[in-house]
């Protein structure tokens, strides 16, 4: 059985900054693998290579055994993988379906089956009862959720999180961890830049440490996070 991704010596290069350095990662179906480092470590960066957003150097990515490290955005979206954006920017002047409609519309150039997406993805978040407003009138919490609904309307089988639940009130995030475990359990692989250690070690049995670039710690949340390496990493960066 192929993994679900396969990522293997991810290298992208700014200039002369190596903002992510040699990083490779692998999951299965139903799995969520924590991607976590200071602010600046390139975990954004990393996120964007693997989706097609940035232009890797070198490596490869496999997504259920089929390399798509060529392919643009939205050749990877149409081949399952979705993702969210930490700066989320939905667009103010549609409303919260006609947001999700646009990435529906990769997956079904039929509008009725777009548009049946789209409402089941809202569902999936608890927003179909806010369908029909406008998007700019959605709190924080409820931007997440429809952030979170724009990447499952491509009904994707590998979903990137980044830093989807940053600024989330305890409740709020409670629901968004119960939204996470849920994708997971309907068999969604999730990769999750996430900063909430409660979220991390509730979802994760899995973590990725990046500094610099590097990857310099992998394995369970409570193991990586008592390295000494991790330990450094965020102590360095917290008094800059
Ligand atoms: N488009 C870009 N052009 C130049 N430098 C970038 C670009 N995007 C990110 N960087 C730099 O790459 C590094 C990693 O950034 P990023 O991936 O956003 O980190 P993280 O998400 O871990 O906070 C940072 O030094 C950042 O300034
Ligand atoms: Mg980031």
Do not use: W
């Not at 999951?27 to 290579?49: C, E, M, R, Y």
């Not at 997440?144 to 724009?150: D, G």
């Not at 996470?180 to 409660?198: N, P």
């Amino acid at each position: 059985m192929p993994r679900a991704l396969e990522a293997e010596r991810i290298t992208v290069q700014f200039g002369g900054l190596v903002a992510v350095n040699d990083v490779s990662l692998a999951l299965d179906t139903g799995q969520i693998v924590g991607l976590i480092g200071p602010n600046g470590a390139g975990k954004s960066t990393l996120f964007n290579a693997l989706t097609g957003y940035a232009k890797a150097r070198r490596g490869t990515v496999r997504l259920f055994g089929s390399n798509v490290e060529r392919l643009p955005p939205y050749a990877r979206a149409r081949r399952g993988m979705g993702r969210t954006f930490q700066i989320e920017r939905p667009f103010e002047g549609l409303t919260v379906l006609e947001n999700v409609l646009i990435p529906a519309f990769l997956r079904h150039a039929n509008r009725a089956e777009a548009e049946a997406a789209a409402m089941h993805a809202l569902e999936l978040v608890g927003l179909s009862d806010r369908a029909v407003q406008p998007s700019s009138d959605l709190n924080l919490a409820r931007r997440r959720r429809l952030e979170l609904a724009k990447a499952l309307a491509v009904q994707p089988r590998v979903l990137f999180l980044d830093e989807l639940m940053a600024g989330l009130n305890p409740p709020a995030l409670k629901e968004m961890i119960g939204f996470v475990r849920s994708l997971a359990d309907s068999g969604i692989a999730i990769v999750m830049v996430e900063h909430i250690m409660q979220a991390v070690t509730e979802l994760c049995e899995e973590v990725i440490v990046l500094a610099f670039g590097e990857k310099i710690a992998h394995g369970a949340p409570q193991q990586v996070m008592n390295d000494p390496r991790v330990v450094e990493a965020y102590l360095g960066g917290a008094d800059e």
